[in-house]
């Protein structure tokens, strides 16, 4: 009888330096003993059965207390990301420029030549002339220090009439999402400009005593019909235009 007393008594004191109380993140406590370790949970012996709790749901000065090789490797892994956070912070910081103060502005053009007579009958004179879209970008308030990229990709509309179908305009894109770089260094202000391909545009001239539809002039071919353009600095959009559309300014400032 006393045998079996002291071998209680011994289960008794054993288990109970064993228990442990665990506290949990969002408030409370769960007391069990612990009856095997992961590195993702545990489980743990309680008077109402064995639970399976993550770790991430208990407190670190706990985990610290009952499973020390986990706290400590857990630890270094939160200082190695915060690390990383700050280098790419800094990184971030150091290679970004103040876009907030630049400027930006957008002024969309033709180059028209004069018109040439290219034929004649006994009815008319046809003459011809070749146009050019013109893309001009200026930015300003830039740092003379910073090296900056710039990236424009661009598509040209032409408004097409046909002499042929009366008049009937006919929209066409050219130069579809043409792109154009350039590398800004010491400078404080910048200006480019981009030409689209040549287009045509005709002028017919109806000689005296003749007219088609009461007209003695008629104009068809192609003249400039809008424009899709997208402007990148550092590899951000700075400036967006789409045919038809109000253009929109990211970052930057409208000049």
Not at 75 to 91: D, H, L, M, P, S
Not at 177 to 185: A, V
Not at 202 to 222: A, D, M
Not at 227 to 247: A, Q
Request: with cysteine.
């Amino acid at each position: 009888m006393k045998t079996i007393l002291i071998i209680f008594i011994f289960m008794l004191v054993a288990s109970s330096c064993f228990a442990v109380t665990i506290q949990l993140r969002k408030g409370g406590t769960v007391k069990g003993d612990i009856v095997s370790k992961g590195r993702e949970e545990f489980v743990l012996k309680t008077a109402e059965g064995e639970k399976t709790i993550k770790w991430k749901y208990v407190k670190s000065r706990c985990i610290k207390e009952i499973y020390p090789e986990l706290y400590e490797k857990l630890k270094a892994e939160a200082i190695e990301r915060k690390k990383k956070k700050e280098e790419e912070e800094t990184g971030k910081t150091a290679q970004k420029p103040d876009f907030a103060k630049i400027g930006i502005g957008i002024k969309k053009t033709e180059k028209s030549g004069s018109f040439e007579k290219e034929s004649e009958s006994d009815y008319f004179k046809v003459y011809s002339k070749l146009n050019q879209g013109i893309l001009k970008i200026k930015l300003d308030w830039l740092k003379k220090d910073e090296t900056y990229k710039l990236k424009t990709v661009f598509t040209h509309y032409l408004n097409g009439k046909n002499y042929v179908e009366d008049g009937n305009t006919k929209i066409k894109p050219s130069d579809i999402k043409t792109e154009k770089t350039e590398t800004i260094s010491n400078k404080t202000r910048f200006e480019t400009k981009y030409f689209t391909s040549p287009y045509r545009e005709f002028k017919k001239n109806i000689k005296p005593g003749i007219s088609v539809k009461g007209k003695r002039k008629i104009y068809y071919g192609f003249q400039s019909g809008g424009w899709d353009i997208s402007v990148y600095l550092d590899g951000k959009l700075i400036y967006k235009e789409e045919k038809g559309k109000e253009p929109e300014y990211f970052i930057v400032r409208k000049l």
